[in-house]
């Protein structure tokens, strides 16, 4: 198998937050989970992120900024960084999708995709 030195991958799990929600006002509160884990060689530093939040009127929000919940973590080779954060949608239905800037330990830059993920009010069948 080939060394693989940036190899980044991104989880998420994603759920409404009903207390914190408004149908009339058309607030919508989501948390989410992500775990990101160094599956490469070498070590990698989050440095920034890059979001684009749509909801189901098809608006687009782009968010940038430095780190993750105020850090910048850097993941050795086989460590793991989860956190969890939120977004507020006037939907009852959107998609999130992204990606982090990264630097690894010889400062070559790279960026991790965050595939994109759905934020849905859940249904209950009956």
Known sequence: MRDKPHNIT???RT??????????QKRFVF????????LGSSAAQLISRHWIITDADGK???????GVVGN??????GERFEYTSGCVLATPVGTM?????MVSDDGTPFAAEIPEFVLAIPRTLH
């Open 31 to 38: 948390a989410y989970t992500i775990t990101i884990a160094n």
């Open 97 to 101: 999708r992204g990606s982090y800037q």
């Open 10 to 12: 991104i989880s998420v």
């Open 15 to 24: 759920r409404y937050l009903p207390e914190q929600s408004d149908a009339h």
């Open 72 to 77: 910048q973590p850097l993941l050795q080779p």
């Open 60 to 66: 687009v929000e782009e968010v940038k900024g430095l």
